[in-house]
């Protein structure tokens, strides 16, 4: 049960293109977001949280469904993003298929659903998109941006677009950029979907069809990347379903199968394939070194006015402690004010969504810096 | 250019049926194999290699179209498995799609092609075809048998199923069981050729079609687990194959993603779906523990006669050294002879099909005392 209780999400509409990266633009777009907490009489106790993947503006609190946020652990009253004392704005980004403009959504261009011709949008752009709905809320200045793995590069990239709009930037289980694995494994599951038959080149809306078979494959491959090969072991290991082996190339002899078919049944039944394109898209196109000859201190020497909290998870073989490391190196570098905590938790990558009570800590004691107790009390009065 | 120069691939029939592990029986059965060098008159040198997923009888040499086999780095004349010395055996194992008795073969039963209905083959069962195999070569005693991946998991499995008829077990980049990670990675390659609509319940032999999405898919998945993410990123990194981005959810980017789709491509060209399905479940289901309690030492109790060599690569994450030594302490709880090298080799679980100095010196050492030379001279006579 959630301490914040339900919350009603927002919408927010923008008649101002949005410039994308790749030289598109994003008409007349909307953004779905959720807030928790008061802001103050300054405005100066907001925290944007960004989402990765699967995930949505519902960070904490029970929707209409009852359902809590996917961070709901880590923000309400009296977590460690705790909404008694900061004001915490959750929003959807554009391209995602949780509520805010995106892939079958029209395109008022043409009058027909965007599918495949919805254009491609980066990390960067969605920062642009989030900095527009702060703006709009009246905030100057967030006092953080806040992420894990994805959303940890979103938050990365506020202190690049956007360095005097923000002060303390969080970044959990991220990287500076994806591996060739992790690119490799982007791409295993985007051909998954992209070769199901029922996608239709990315218009299968059109035909009343979805490519169940290829988001199915495509989730699978992501939990394995998700979990550790040590917490798989302690979770399924070798168990069998039945007492005894069926000898069947097809049916499901290991616990660890049908774990993975039931995530893959479930997300093919709610996510849209074309959002799982663009998403994985973004994560490859993140390298805000590149434009920098790969040089990251280089890229990061514009957010020295910042303040870091960088958390890494020991397990986490997608976005490895030595890629936060690598962050760590070129933030220092640049002489910015930087905390880093390297968690040894089990769970790979999924570690920063989970309880874990070092971690939560961490996270306690960081924001209790971001706004000091004596400045709120200032200006609340 | 291999020095063995040209090899003949022969076949040899059984008909006495072979009864598997399933409870199934395979009736009427022909194996593919290839042979190099010469059986001493005593027949004490012959050394049998066992093939790993997308292998084959043809080990070395070169076959009709001039390509080297798969090992022909390690055995050859003057290699590290010196054909002037040794008489080497590369089969064939059924349900493989390379010669011997598999799924796209007729039915003895039906008169129908197997298709799905080739029954599902254990390692131990590709033991015993194979000591069959060997049994009617004459050689009543194997000098050793040697198998990498799937290939060592039937060398481990020669001295449990055949103890007195193989004095050596060589085994590289194996493991005593597949970890639930690695039965995932198999049910995924699984899932995406089983959905894919050209699968027909593995029926499609009559329908003239080939599961060539489903059959790219898992080759994709299987590249990734074979080189380490270090070598991916040495040898792709996240080069660009254009000269600027494209920005583009389906077009190639990365050069990872242009060397997995080749890779994929190549594959469903010529690989069988149904003998990757087999294959993959024999993977799945070696555990030679299970019937001990999960005790992999009882479980090698039987094998107190033999000499063992294991071999690991440190980078590979598929089969880990760490999995190598929980085999080692299973053989040294024994008080079984074993020889343990750990390889800091870069190139994942691939390494064992490269050329290594310090590898193939291993292998070469350890072959000089598989058959002393004094011993063979003696023989000869």
């Not at 752009?125 to 709009?136: E, N, T």
């Not at 709610?270 to 959002?275: G, I, V």
Request: charged share 20%; hydrophobic share 40%.
């Amino acid at each position: 049960m959630s301490s914040l209780g339900p919350v009603t999400p927002q919408q927010m509409h923008f008649r101002e293109p949005l410039p994308l990266r790749s030289g598109a633009v994003l008409a007349d777009y909307t953004l779905a977001y959720e807030t928790y907490g008061t802001l103050d009489a300054d405005k100066g106790n907001a925290v944007l949280v960004c989402h990765a993947l699967n995930a949505s503006h519902h960070v904490a609190g029970l929707d209409e469904r009852g359902q809590a946020g996917w961070w709901d652990n880590m923000v309400g009253p009296g977590k460690p993003l705790d909404t008694d004392r900061f004001f915490v704005i959750g929003v959807n980004n554009p391209g995602s298929c949780f509520g805010s403009t995106g892939p079958m959504h029209v395109n008022p261009a043409t009058g027909r659903v965007y599918g495949a011709d919805f254009p491609v949008v980066t990390v960067e752009d969605w920062v642009d998109a989030q900095a527009r709905l702060v703006q709009r809320l009246g905030i100057t200045q967030l006092a953080a941006v806040m992420g894990g793995s994805l959303g940890g590069m979103q938050a990365l990239a506020w202190t690049l677009r956007h360095p005097t709009r923000v002060r303390h930037c969080i970044a959990v289980a991220t990287a500076p950029n994806l591996s060739a694995q992790n690119i490799a494994f982007n791409e295993v599951a985007r051909r998954a979907i992209v070769t199901d038959p029922d996608f239709h080149g990315g218009h299968f809306y059109a035909h009343g069809v979805v490519p169940k078979r290829g988001l199915r494959v495509a989730r699978m491959i992501g939990h394995i990347t998700y979990l550790s090969d040590d917490a798989m072991d302690v979770k399924f290991g070798r168990q069998l379903r039945a007492a005894e082996l069926g000898y069947s190339t097809q049916d499901i002899e290991f616990q660890i199968e049908s774990y993975l078919r039931h995530q893959g049944d479930k997300f093919s039944e709610y996510f849209d394939a074309n959002t799982y394109l663009l998403i994985t898209r973004a994560l490859d196109y993140f390298d805000p070194a590149r434009e920098h000859g790969g040089d990251l201190a280089k890229a990061f020497a514009v957010a020295r006015e910042h303040k870091f909290l960088l958390v890494s998870f020991t397990t986490d073989w997608r976005f490895s402690p030595a890629r936060s490391r690598e962050l760590v190196k070129a933030l220092v570098d640049n002489r910015i004010d930087v905390s880093y905590a390297e968690i040894d938790a089990p769970h790979g990558h999924d570690a920063f969504l989970l309880e874990d009570p070092r971690y939560l800590q961490v996270m306690r004691a960081y924001f209790a810096n971001v706004l000091p107790a004596g400045t709120q009390e200032a200006a609340r009065v």
